[in-house]
């Protein structure tokens, strides 16, 4: 769900095509498909999982790969995917993801062994890593800076958001009416026709300078971030004192140092460590993560738990999650209005504490918990507060960068996010796997387990309203330009 106001026109500086330039509202559409498709892809799998474990014989540390396959490359590879479209062209990178990502959907679909899925969505997560961070600089460089900029980025914010939130009923639609398959192979007819649009009507725009990339960057946090989500899940099974541990943890960690010192050394770094020196660049993308390890994981547990535990089929429980569908939405909508008025920190915390209430009421659930009370009520509040926090935060982010860096940027802020969702999807499952007891837990130990979530969660984010509160630059009342620190 994300993210985020405010480069100045010349975001996309340098050479833009000559050719007649689109109306606006078809770029903005074009943009906003492309999130959405990305969004939409970490959490439409989730309704499917027991129909894919049943299908390809997948374990639970399966089940949970089948998410963090694709968050992880999308994570990892966010930052060089806005590099290159900073060097090599916004619309270029448009192309070269949405088709990386529209064959392995296909790939994915047709998957007959759990490794073969697994590897497809991996190649997914690299394909939207590399179109995400353009679908933002092309919205940017085609809406003039101000309140109707806000107001295009807010829809980004919220399509991406309902992308997220959407894809439980969708999913559902696809694996009750269809089958499990479906939820990837949709992806490749309507990934054509955008396909077919960006590269008739986007035109194509870069930033100045012609650094090269850092791949070794790029492959270092890759690897590094999934070794250590892979240490996080054998606590599950192995214990955290394990050998099968200890070794990819301490890994993971090493590779992740070693992708700092690169950076400090490299003449093109993918994440040049002076951005965090700016006050608003790093307080928002720490907040960022810290939440992100938090609701990120919503999606995941809420559709587990009313499928597991309240027996609801796949359809049920994407339409059980609607009203937090369009609760992401009108927070994501809502939060452009309020900036101006409390400024952007201060919304970013009001959200925080509503989503934290949210999760808080989660936790309270039983295994015959009602849909009104065990799923719906406070599956509104977290995904309002998640949408509300998500747009100030990018607006803050962002605000610093230099207009060559306005990819970078956006892409970092995605990064932040994803990459504090996948290692706590890690951290989660095993929080929920060690109270419920194992693979055949009942329906009150799965519940258990599921309300140890969400009462972990509600923790982690009441910390993060109080990091927000106290390290957050306030922004001025009017939107605009934030402090530097």
Same mark, same amino acid.
Request: aromatic content about 6%; proline content about 5%.
């Given at each position: 769900?994300?993210?985020?106001?405010?480069?100045?026109?010349?975001?996309?500086?340098?050479?833009?095509?000559?050719?007649?330039?689109?109306?606006?509202?078809?770029?903005?559409?074009?943009?906003?498909?492309?999130?959405?498709?990305?969004?939409?892809?970490?959490?439409?799998?989730?309704?499917?999982?027991?129909?894919?474990?049943?299908?390809?014989?997948?374990?639970?540390?399966?089940?949970?790969?089948?998410?963090?396959?694709?968050?992880?490359?999308?994570?990892?590879?966010?930052?060089?995917?806005?590099?290159?479209?900073?060097?090599?062209?916004?619309?270029?990178?448009?192309?070269?993801?949405?088709?990386?990502?529209?064959?392995?959907?296909?790939?994915?679909?047709?998957?007959?062994?759990?490794?073969?899925?697994?590897?497809?969505?991996?190649?997914?997560?690299?394909?939207?890593?590399?179109?995400?961070?353009?679908?933002?600089?092309?919205?940017?460089?085609?809406?003039?800076?101000?309140?109707?900029?806000?107001?295009?980025?807010?829809?980004?914010?919220?399509?991406?958001?309902?992308?997220?939130?959407?894809?439980?009923?969708?999913?559902?639609?696809?694996?009750?009416?269809?089958?499990?398959?479906?939820?990837?192979?949709?992806?490749?007819?309507?990934?054509?026709?955008?396909?077919?649009?960006?590269?008739?009507?986007?035109?194509?725009?870069?930033?100045?300078?012609?650094?090269?990339?850092?791949?070794?960057?790029?492959?270092?946090?890759?690897?590094?971030?999934?070794?250590?989500?892979?240490?996080?899940?054998?606590?599950?099974?192995?214990?955290?004192?394990?050998?099968?541990?200890?070794? =990819?943890?301490? &890994? *993971? /960690? #090493? %590779?992740?140092?070693?992708? @700092?010192? $690169?950076?400090?050394?490299? !003449? +093109?770094?993918?994440?040049?460590?002076?951005?965090?020196?700016?006050?608003?660049?790093?307080?928002?993308?720490?907040?960022?993560?810290?939440?992100?390890?938090?609701?990120?994981?919503?999606?995941?547990?809420?559709?587990?738990?009313?499928?597991?535990?309240?027996?609801?089929? =796949?359809?049920? &429980? *994407? /339409? #059980? %999650?609607?009203?937090?569908? @369009?609760? $992401?939405?009108?927070?994501? !909508? +809502?939060?452009?209005?309020?900036?101006?008025?409390?400024?952007?920190?201060?919304?970013?915390?009001?959200?925080?504490?509503?989503?934290?209430?949210?999760?808080?009421?989660?936790?309270?659930?039983?295994?015959?918990?009602?849909?009104?009370?065990?799923?719906?009520?406070?599956?509104?509040?977290?995904?309002?507060? #998640?949408?509300?926090?998500?747009?100030?935060?990018?607006?803050?982010?962002?605000?610093?960068?230099?207009?060559?860096?306005?990819?970078?940027?956006?892409?970092?802020?995605?990064?932040?996010?994803?990459?504090?969702?996948?290692?706590?999807?890690?951290?989660?499952?095993?929080?929920?796997?060690?109270?419920?007891?194992?693979?055949?837990?009942?329906?009150?130990?799965?519940?258990?387990?599921?309300?140890?979530?969400?009462?972990?969660?509600?923790?982690?984010?009441?910390?993060?309203?109080?990091?927000?509160?106290?390290?957050?630059?306030?922004?001025?009342?009017?939107?605009?330009?934030?402090?530097?620190?």
């Amino acid at each position: 769900m994300l993210e985020a106001p405010g480069t100045s026109t010349a975001a996309t500086s340098a050479r833009i095509s000559p050719r007649r330039t689109p109306p606006t509202w078809l770029v903005v559409a074009l943009a906003c498909a492309g999130q959405f498709l990305v969004v939409l892809d970490v959490s439409v799998v989730n309704v499917a999982l027991p129909s894919m474990r049943a299908d390809l014989g997948l374990s639970p540390q399966g089940l949970q790969w089948v998410v963090n396959a694709y968050a992880i490359a999308f994570a990892g590879f966010m930052l060089l995917g806005g590099r290159a479209g900073d060097l090599y062209g916004r619309k270029r990178m448009f192309l070269i993801g949405l088709g990386l990502f529209t064959l392995a959907s296909l790939g994915g679909g047709l998957a007959q062994e759990g490794w073969q899925l697994l590897a497809a969505r991996a190649v997914q997560g690299l394909g939207a890593a590399v179109l995400a961070p353009s679908t933002l600089t092309i919205l940017t460089a085609a809406v003039p800076e101000g309140a109707a900029r806000a107001r295009a980025i807010a829809t980004w914010t919220a399509v991406g958001a309902g992308g997220g939130a959407a894809g439980g009923l969708v999913g559902g639609a696809l694996v009750d009416g269809l089958s499990w398959r479906w939820v990837l192979l949709i992806n490749v007819p309507v990934g054509a026709v955008v396909l077919a649009g960006a590269a008739l009507w986007l035109t194509e725009s870069r930033g100045e300078g012609r650094r090269r990339l850092d791949l070794p960057g790029a492959l270092l946090v890759t690897v590094g971030l999934a070794t250590l989500a892979y240490g996080i899940s054998q606590t599950e099974s192995e214990g955290w004192a394990s050998t099968a541990t200890l070794v =990819p943890l301490a &890994a *993971g /960690l #090493a %590779l992740l140092a070693l992708f @700092l010192l $690169v950076e400090t050394r490299t !003449k +093109a770094p993918l994440m040049p460590l002076g951005l965090l020196r700016l006050r608003a660049v790093a307080s928002a993308n720490v907040a960022m993560l810290v939440s992100g390890s938090s609701m990120f994981s919503m999606w995941f547990f809420m559709t587990l738990y009313a499928q597991n535990v309240l027996g609801y089929s =796949p359809f049920e &429980a *994407g /339409l #059980a %999650l609607v009203p937090s569908s @369009l609760a $992401v939405i009108l927070g994501s !909508k +809502a939060a452009p209005r309020f900036m101006p008025v409390i400024g952007a920190r201060n919304v970013a915390v009001l959200g925080t504490v509503v989503a934290a209430v949210g999760f808080g009421w989660q936790s309270t659930m039983t295994a015959d918990g009602g849909y009104l009370t065990a799923i719906m009520i406070p599956g509104v509040l977290m995904m309002l507060g #998640a949408g509300m926090a998500a747009t100030p935060l990018a607006s803050l982010a962002i605000s610093g960068a230099a207009p060559g860096d306005a990819g970078l940027v956006s892409g970092l802020i995605n990064t932040s996010r994803t990459m504090g969702g996948s290692l706590g999807l890690a951290v989660l499952s095993t929080v929920a796997a060690s109270r419920a007891g194992g693979e055949n837990a009942g329906p009150v130990a799965l519940t258990d387990g599921y309300a140890l979530v969400f009462r972990t969660a509600a923790v982690v984010l009441v910390a993060a309203a109080l990091l927000m509160r106290a390290w957050l630059p306030p922004g001025r009342p009017s939107g605009e330009a934030v402090e530097r620190g």
